[in-house]
């Protein structure tokens, strides 16, 4: 009986197998269709062929024509790569995933088998994922432990144009490598080299003259109407700009909103809900956001088509500019911003990392309005004038020439210091940018008096963290508290979990609640804490309950939660002890200064506080419980620029404790 039970168990298994496969094959079968109409596809055979023949090439497309989706499956079928893995880059992970995801459904095969991806602490991959999206910061983390990228075939570099740092250090890194494996008993390492604009010059020099393919795109004309004056509050502005299309203008055609970052998206989204509640509109509409810290399944949405008589809204990042295309859209919104990191140097040699929302380039504000014309005529609307437009810079420079090279020159010495030595930098930096970052890395620890990087250098660059956090991490292991400052490192890779832009008096309410004497770092402990607390007690409702009443973002904690977990990973891998904690708080606060030491500023006579390493100006940032608190000494995160130069999240400190922390970091390097 029991046997007969397990075979028409497994028959039906069998049965429903066979089902799924069917369903798969058809499906896969209507995306061919679709897929075999792109642009690229008609290029095929010649792109086979020239990276058949040639172990570098760029591929120069526009957005949409089907280049990082198709090229890498056309690798695939065609075995160039002799077995071997092909990677695909990318600057963004929410644009990896959500690729990755795609090629996937194209190929008929589960997300994680053939087709794979890997960001920053996510892996969807396995030793048999043949085709792999990843940021170019995970491959930079790959070339750690594998100097020649021995495991690949073929490495696509996407989004060129972009010129983030890594994508710059993975070019210039590959450039030897190529070299070296060629030297190996390896198969040579084949590297195709993508871009959506048209720079495609200098890729082509960097490697030896290199043929150059363009893949020709399909755009219809996008009509563009300028702002008659600038628009003060660009978040007003969008507002009504989307409201006056969608009572104006018939369906189909989505609208395709591009703002500087989550929080002004946030923002919009409940603005929009907010007004439509009480309008009469002549069509249902449905809000969609796109931006890097949403969960897959959330980004997938987008790409669903909407309910009929309903209009898609989409308010995005500018990942929606060349990496990810969105069908459907025939209105672009743009509001000319966009957040961006920049480093700023001062007189006696040390520079701080900040962020703000700074005026796109030309060539942005170009990429934006094209993604109103893919399917059919469509109108971008600026929110700036035409002259605003004319003054724009042409392109966005690199990143490069606007962040602090410590990351850039703690990797490269890390893979190897002839990797370093024979480094050749697409657009090399200036040799005060060079020197400032030894400067610093010796600061902390991780180069010694000859800049040759030390132990503690190699476990921060094994680290997937900025190097002032991994210092502070490995602090922590020393004074025993690596719990506390795994979570606080958590909590400091992500957004602030308290709702800033919607409810200014809740988010005060907060604030207090769980502020703490000694500041915003230990402020963020207390809800991290009391969030634990709540979890533990098991019912998700409760979670959720508590996180509404709070003004606390449920999803931001859950994304701290996750973060935590696989730093706690890593640190057990590296055999640290990680239950250790303490209730001190002012070892959490001396642990945190041993990586943010110069993150100092002192507080004036007049009031005001000026930086330690510069005597800059700062303010502290009115979300910080420090506001007003007249501390004479204070430790900020990171600095943002708007009207002011602003420190967010600040604690108070003890002046004395920087002595003991330049004794403990140069310590390390002599
Ligand atoms: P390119 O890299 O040249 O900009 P892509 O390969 O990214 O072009 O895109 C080709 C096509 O695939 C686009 O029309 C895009 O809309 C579609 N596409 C990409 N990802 C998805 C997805 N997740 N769902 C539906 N369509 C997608
Ligand atoms: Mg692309």
């Not at 990143?399 to 090279?405: A, H, S």
């Not at 706690?568 to 640290?576: L, N, S, T, V, Y």
Request: proline share 3%; aromatic share 6%.
């Amino acid at each position: 009986q029991q046997s007969t039970d397990a075979a028409s168990q497994s028959q039906k298994a069998k049965a429903r197998r066979k089902a799924s496969k069917n369903v798969d094959f058809n499906l896969r079968n209507k995306m061919l269709e679709t897929r075999q109409q792109l642009p690229i596809w008609s290029g095929r055979d010649a792109l086979i062929q020239t990276i058949q023949a040639n172990n570098i090439v760029v591929v120069l497309g526009e957005t949409g024509s089907g280049k990082t989706t198709q090229l890498p499956q056309f690798l695939l079928e065609s075995g160039i790569g002799g077995g071997l893995k092909i990677a695909v880059t990318q600057p963004r992970r929410v644009a990896a995933i959500s690729l990755a995801n795609r090629v996937s459904q194209e190929t008929g095969t589960q997300l994680g088998s053939l087709v794979g991806y890997s960001v920053r602490f996510d892996d969807m991959s396995w030793k048999g994922t043949a085709l792999k999206y990843m940021t170019d910061g995970m491959l930079m983390r790959e070339l750690l432990s594998d100097q020649l990228l021995s495991q690949y075939g073929v490495i696509v570099i996407d989004e060129a144009h972009e010129r983030t740092l890594r994508t710059d250090l993975i070019l210039g890194t590959l450039k030897s490598i190529m070299q070296r494996r060629s030297n190996a008993s390896l198969p040579p390492l084949k590297v195709v080299v993508m871009s959506a604009t048209l720079d495609a010059e200098k890729f082509s020099t960097f490697f030896h003259s290199a043929p150059v393919l363009y893949v020709k795109g399909r755009q219809h004309p996008v009509r563009i109407l300028n702002a008659n004056e600038d628009v003060q509050d660009y978040m007003d502005g969008a507002l009504k700009t989307i409201f006056q299309i969608h009572q104006s203008q018939p369906l189909p055609g989505d609208i395709l909103v591009f703002l500087p970052g989550q929080e002004e998206i946030n923002s919009l989204g409940a603005s929009i809900s907010m007004f439509a509640d009480g309008a009469q509109l002549k069509h249902d509409i449905v809000i969609l956001k796109l931006y890097a810290s949403l969960s897959p399944q959330q980004q997938q949405k987008v790409f669903e088509a909407a309910p009929s008589n309903t209009r898609k809204i989409i308010l995005a990042t500018n990942v929606a500019e060349t990496s990810i295309t969105i069908a459907g859209v025939r209105h672009v919104i743009d509001s000319g911003l966009a957040r961006e990191r920049k480093f700023y140097t001062s007189n006696n040699g040390i520079g701080i990392d900040t962020l703000f929302v700074k005026p796109i380039s030309k060539s942005s504000a170009m990429q934006r309005a094209g993604r109103a014309g893919r399917e059919a005529a469509g109108v971008c609307y600026r929110l700036y004038t035409e002259n605003t437009f004319l003054k724009l810079s042409k392109t966005t420079p690199p990143e490069i020439e606007r962040t602090n090279l410590n990351f850039a020159i703690l990797q490269l010495k890390a893979i190897s210091e002839e990797t370093y030595q024979q480094f050749e930098w697409l657009d090399e930096p200036s040799t005060e940018a060079i020197q400032q970052a030894h400067i610093n890395l010796f600061g902390l620890g991780a180069l010694d008096t000859h800049g040759i990087i030390t132990d503690l250098g190699k476990k921060m660059a094994g680290m997937p963290l900025d190097p002032a956090i991994a210092r502070i991490l490995l602090s922590a292991q020393e004074r025993e508290c690596v719990s506390n400052i795994l979570s606080l490192c958590a909590l400091l890779s992500v957004d602030s979990p308290l709702f800033t832009s919607t409810n200014q008096d809740g988010d005060d309410a907060t604030r207090e609640r769980f502020a703490s004497r000694h500041g915003d770092h230990i402020g963020l402990l207390n809800i991290w804490a009391a969030y634990g607390e709540v979890a533990a007690g098991g019912a998700n409702a409760d979670v959720k309950e508590w996180c509404s009443s709070n003004k606390i973002s449920e999803r931001t904690l859950r994304r701290a939660k996750d973060i935590r977990a696989q730093l706690e990973h890593q640190c057990r891998r590296m055999g640290m002890d990680v239950s250790l904690s303490t209730q001190d708080e002012e070892i959490i606060l001396q642990c945190v200064l041993q990586g943010m030491f110069q993150n100092v500023a002192l507080r004036q006579g007049d009031g005001t506080y000026r930086q330690i390493v510069n005597h800059g100006a700062v303010k502290i940032h009115p979300t910080s419980s420090l506001l007003n608190r007249k501390a004479p000494c204070i430790m900020y995160h990171e600095l943002t620029l708007t009207t002011a130069t602003y420190a967010r999240t600040c604690s108070s400190i003890h002046p004395a404790w920087l002595r003991s922390v330049a004794f403990y970091n140069q310590r390390e390097s002599t």
